[in-house]
């Protein structure tokens, strides 16, 4: 794996390089709409080869002891359960129904959030909150490039989102995960995550659902890929998610036919779920 060497990436320069590379890499910005104005698609894929920027003193510290840097695909509840991750929102229109099917099937999910999104719709976070989710760092601007940039980009990156997140949801809440965007996890942003509580976050299950397959399909591709291991990935984010709604509710249905329970993501303990399709090994477009 090659490396590059950090030494001043903390320059004011450095920073500027990083902000002028994210312009085209964040979505939020022109990336995530076409020239029509419709949404683009995302291709978010996992990347078994992420550019470690690590130099000799490029690495941000150890975690706390209890919370490995090692990425997460189990559930705390074990056994068969079900993890549902939730990603790209808060968002106005979504947030709100995907919280509604969750609600009526009486299941808890994790929702890596976006910090600007969080920002912008602190009642959604604090309704997510309230609800018993868990809260996920999905950075401040959603940057699947960011495994390229340097070391002090993707801690602010991680950080200033952590805070914003926290933030909105008030009353003393705590982000618990770190989902790199696209699966863009390095081995320090990982250890960054750790550093301050945050477990990362991969999965197992690529639903697909970004790129509006169809509710058939994101259904289909849960049924299909289960085997793979417990965490599955959803949007309510990042454009129309109609077809999540639908495909959510039809899939907690059945998870339920089948008799898994759902749970949350292992935080301190090994992970036992290996990753299939998820950060750390190969996955297909349109994830996290």
Excluded at 202 to 214: I, Y
Aim: net charge neutral.
């Amino acid at each position: 794996m090659a490396r590059a060497n950090t030494k001043g990436v903390r320059t004011g320069a450095a920073v500027v390089a990083s902000a002028a590379a994210v312009a085209v890499t964040v979505w939020g910005a022109a990336a995530l709409f076409g020239p029509d104005g419709t949404a683009a698609s995302q291709q978010n894929v996992a990347r078994p080869g992420a550019t470690d920027h690590s130099g000799d003193d490029g690495r941000p510290g150890q975690q706390p002891q209890g919370i490995p840097d090692g990425i997460a695909h189990a559930s705390e509840s074990g056994g068969n359960a079900v993890n549902i991750t939730i990603d790209d929102g808060p968002d106005p229109r979504w947030t709100p129904q995907v919280l509604d099917v969750l609600r009526r099937h009486d299941v808890k999910a994790t929702f890596c959030m976006v910090g600007s999104q969080a920002k912008a719709h602190p009642d959604l976070v604090k309704k997510v909150v309230a609800a018993g989710h868990r809260l996920c760092d999905h950075t401040m601007n959603h940057d699947t490039a960011m495994d390229k940039k340097p070391v002090a980009y993707q801690e602010q990156q991680i950080l200033e989102a952590k805070k914003l997140i926290e933030e909105a949801a008030g009353g003393g809440a705590k982000v618990e995960y770190y989902r790199a965007p696209g699966g863009a996890f390095t081995p320090d942003s990982r250890r960054i995550a750790a550093a301050h509580g945050m477990r990362p976050l991969g999965w197992n299950v690529d639903t697909k659902d970004f790129g509006k397959p169809g509710t058939a399909a994101i259904v289909n591709a849960v049924k299909r890929e289960i085997g793979n291991g417990p965490t599955v990935l959803f949007h309510d984010g990042g454009g129309n998610r109609a077809q999540t709604v639908d495909a959510l509710d039809q899939v907690l249905t059945w998870l339920k036919e089948q008799g898994r329970p759902t749970g949350f993501p292992v935080r301190t303990a090994p992970d036992t779920a290996g990753a299939s399709v998820s950060p750390a090994a190969p996955a297909t477009p349109g994830a996290s």
